[in-house]
């Protein structure tokens, strides 16, 4: 089982700054990838950004050169630093983490963090 904990969310102006955390609990969570998926009203969840315990990052194309992962292994903790944010970016962002060492793993999930951007 692992636990995740999002923070950081808020409300922020049109190119502000936010950092969201995730803190993880479990047991081997340098074999999890973790990222950030997001989703708005009426919307479905969308893939942000996802890292692997050894580094390798993924963004989606709305977000990539503004947004970046990152994670810290010695406290399982997972960063996104968002840069340049636009309305669009608006969402409950979550944070996600899976084994990726399983053909077939469970996904989970953290309770979500609203980011708002807004002037």
């Known amino acids: 089982q692992v636990q995740l904990v999002e923070s950081g969310g808020g409300l922020v102006q049109p190119g502000g700054s936010l950092t969201l955390s995730c803190a993880a609990s479990g047991s081997r969570l340098i074999v999890y990838a973790m990222g950030w998926y997001r989703q708005a009203p009426g919307m479905p969840r969308e893939l942000v950004a996802t890292i692997t315990g050894g580094g390798s990052r993924r963004y989606a194309d709305s977000v990539k050169d503004r947004f970046a992962i990152s994670r810290d292994n010695t406290i399982n903790t997972v960063y996104l630093q968002m840069n340049s944010l636009k309305p669009e970016d608006t969402a409950v962002y979550y944070c996600?983490?899976?084994?990726?060492?399983?053909?077939?793993?469970?996904?989970?999930w953290g309770q979500g963090t609203q980011v708002t951007v807004s002037s």
């Open positions: 996600n983490a899976y084994d990726a060492t399983v053909q077939y793993p469970d996904d989970y």
